[in-house]
Structure formats: C-alpha cells, structure tokens
Nanobody, 122 residues
Framework: QVQLVESGGGSVQAGGSLRLSCASSRPISSYQTLAWFRQAPEKEREGVACQYAGAGKPIYAASMKDRFTMSQDNAKNTLDLQLNSLTPEDTGIYYC???????????????WGQGTQVTVSS
C-alpha cells in the first residue's frame, strides 16, 4: 500500500513563503510521475507542478512557475514544494500525488496524500 504524507503547511501573510514536503512509503524514484495539486474552497483540484521520471525539469502551472519550485530527494524519498511570493489566491489544501503511469495532470491514476492546508492572509 502506497502512503504519501504531506507536511509543512500553515498560515502566512501575503508575500511570505512556505516549504511543503511529502514523504513516500515507496522509493520516490519508482514512480512514473510525481506531482503537487491544490484545491481552493469551492473550486476543483488543479495541478501545481509535475515531474516525469527521467525528465529534466518539472512542469508548472502557468501562474505558479515563477514562484513555486518542486524538487525531489531520492535518498530521503521525499518530494518538496517551495512556495514563494504567496498571495491570498494561493490559499487551499495542497496534495502530493504520485503515479505508476503517465499523464501529469490526470486525477484518476494517482496515489494521494491527505493534504496540507496553506492559508495566506492579506
């Protein structure tokens, strides 16, 4: 059974930063795709960043690529997401996701963590 456990969420003021981390029960290098998604209140879940195995760099959603950075540590089996220059519109639950198949932004083929809350105040 795959387990993904997020940590690092919290409350910050606009302009602040947070670092989210996701610990995997399986080797992080064994997945075909690794990703972060988020879900704001009353909105659909949306992709934040995604990495294909063996690919050079993560793919980011357009509004986040200059502010967020995803990285993985194969030795620690963790997937991190650095959030900078946060705005109130970034508020939501952030989910770590992994898949043994492709399709970065697909929702139906992922293992999911329980999510971690990020709240940004103005």
């Amino acid at each position: 059974q795959v387990q993904l456990v997020e940590s690092g969420g919290g409350s910050v003021q606009a302009g602040g930063s947070l670092r989210l981390s996701c610990a995997s029960s399986r080797p992080i290098s064994s997945y075909q795709t690794l990703a972060w998604f988020r879900q704001a209140p009353e909105k659909e879940r949306e992709g934040v960043a995604c990495q294909y195995a063996g690919a050079g760099k993560p793919i980011y959603a357009a509004s986040m690529k200059d502010r967020f950075t995803m990285s993985q540590d194969n030795a620690k089996n963790t997937l991190d997401l650095q959030l900078n220059s946060l705005t109130p519109e970034d508020t939501g639950i952030y989910y770590c996701a992994a898949s043994s198949t492709g399709g970065c932004w697909r929702l139906d083929n992922k293992y999911w963590g329980q999510g971690t809350q990020v709240t940004v105040s103005s």
